[in-house]
Structure formats: C-alpha cells, structure tokens
C-alpha cells in the first residue's frame, strides 16, 4: 500500500464547457447531470474512481459566474471556492478556440492563491477543424498563462482522457485510500433522484422557465423489488406552474417518464416516480429557503 496513491482533483471552469461530462467519462458512469445549457449543475459532485494503485477523486463544480444575479448564483460560486480547499490537482475545463480574458484571470488567481497542480483540459477539440488552430491556441495560452500541463481532449468522444487520468495519478501523493474501494459517489440516493428529474426538465423546458426551477424528494423508500420515489418539483410563479404541468399534464409526464428510465438505469431497480408542482415565491433569491431546498 505504500505506493498507493490518493488525492482530491477539482474540476473547474465556466458554465457549459464539459465538466460534468468529462466527470462522467472519467468514472466510465453517469452521476453528474448534463444538458447543452449553462448552468446546469449546482453542487460540487464527488466522483471516486479506484484502481489497483490508486484513488482519485474528482469534483464537478458549478461553472464560474461574473456578478451573480441571485444568492443561488452566488452559492454556486462559493461551491467552487470550496471546492479548492485542500486540492491535490486543479484541472481548468476550457472550450477550444473559446479563450478569453476570463480565463486568464480566473487562471491567475488560481495560480497566486493555490499551491495545487494546474493542468489545462483543452475541451471539444473534436470541433476543431483544422490541427493547426489548436496547436496555434495552446502556444498562444502557454505564453499568457503559467500551467504544469496542458492537455488537449475532447470528453464526449473520450479523446485524451488516459493521458490526462495517467498525469492525475502521477501527480497525486503517496496515500492510502480515502473511501471505501467500491465507492463512486459521496452524494445520496436521494440526491441523484432529484438531479434526474431536474436535468430531464431543463431538457423539456425551453428558455428561462428551467432557471426557476428546483426539485426536493419528499419520500424515498427501497422496498425488495421496487424505489418508491415522491419528489416535489418548485417554481417561483404562479404562470411557470402551468408550463411545468403541460397540456393535459403531458409535460409533466413526460419528464416524469424520461426521469424513471434513468433512475431505473442507475438504480438497477424498478422505480415508481410521483411528482408534484409547486411554488414557493423567490426562492432563488432565499438565504433560508434554499437551506431547506438542500443548498
């Protein structure tokens, strides 16, 4: 066990660049929701992938916002600070061809404030159509900003991802294991249950109704052959209720429908999934109604 190796490696960057799903390839399983628009993520998710010689943990953070709107925008933000508390490793998720003066600030800070590892993921490259472009926008960035590494990938087609998972490992410190060898997630069940269905409206939702939108589980019982899930789904104004609900309710079942597959999937169960609309005024906006929204 002495040249086990162990360590935390927080993913960061701005909204809609990859992270979740550079998270999910990482850990080869699904436990960070993920859709095209920003901000889909919320919380910093631990996903833990062990092997033989070693344990990493991976963080998928919330993407980095410029003066956030509301007190949930500014949660988020404070969910990635924390989330560099203690790192081994910092890997900053860029879109190619997509760097700006953000970036660089945000890179710098890191680097003045931080005593980690910086690596560079160099994201959707896949886009890229020409090699020159990327080989012309990392010796660009390299002059600008002081990375240990810089790693070209592309996290929907697995591209590049062993080179970056070897350069983890080898820069993580000798450890023994911090979880336990099975483990994949600190997060709990009833968590993912209300991650699905969240993530299945922002796909149903169109414009900012998905904005306003969070989900809180009511009841989760594990019978023998069956999860009985009862999950409240909240808006902050009356006229969002309807869109949430459809015509007909078909909205709502819909979502309802599509979030049960997955939870099936994940569960490796049989899911019966309730769901219910309701709104609680401003509740992005509630130091004390997020804290009871599980923020």
Avoid at 79 to 92: G, N, R, T, W
Avoid at 114 to 142: C, G, H, Q, T, V
Avoid at 239 to 251: L, S, T
Wanted: hydrophobic residues 40%.
């Amino acid at each position: 066990m002495s040249k086990f190796r162990a360590g935390h490696v927080s993913i960061i960057g701005k909204p809609n660049v990859g992270k979740s799903t550079l998270l999910n390839q990482l850990i080869n399983q699904k436990i960070s929701i993920v859709t095209r628009k920003p901000q889909t993520t919320r919380w910093n998710i631990n996903g833990i992938k062990t092997n033989n010689n070693y344990q990493i943990i991976f963080i998928d953070t919330p993407g980095l916002q410029i003066s956030p709107k509301y007190t949930l925008n500014r949660y988020m933000n404070k969910e990635v600070s924390a989330s560099l508390i203690f790192v081994d490793i910092i890997i900053f998720v860029m879109e190619s061809l997509n760097w700006d003066e953000l970036d660089y600030n945000v890179v710098r800070l890191l680097k003045r404030s931080d005593r980690s590892k910086l690596f560079l993921a160099i994201n959707k490259i896949d886009k890229i159509p020409k090699k020159e472009m990327l080989l012309s926008e990392i010796d660009s960035i390299s002059k600008r900003a002081d990375f240990d590494e810089i790693i070209p990938i592309s996290a929907i087609k697995g591209v590049g991802l062993d080179d970056l998972e070897k350069l983890v490992v080898k820069n993580l410190p000798i450890s023994e294991p911090l979880y336990p060898i099975n483990q994949i997630t600190d997060r709990s069940e009833r968590f993912f249950a209300a991650e699905f269905i969240r993530e299945k409206l922002i796909i149903r939702l169109s414009d900012e109704v998905p904005y306003h939108t969070t989900v809180t589980i009511d009841e989760f019982r594990d019978n023998k052959d069956i999860i009985h899930i009862d999950a409240c789904i909240w808006v902050e104004k009356e006229g969002q209720k309807p869109i949430v609900i459809g015509k007909d309710g078909k909205v709502l079942k819909e979502v309802g429908r599509l979030a049960r597959i997955e939870l099936e999937t994940f569960f490796n169960k049989k899911v019966n999934l309730k769901t219910w609309v309701k709104i609680r005024n401003k509740w992005r906006d509630s130091k004390t109604v997020l804290k009871e929204f599980g923020y």
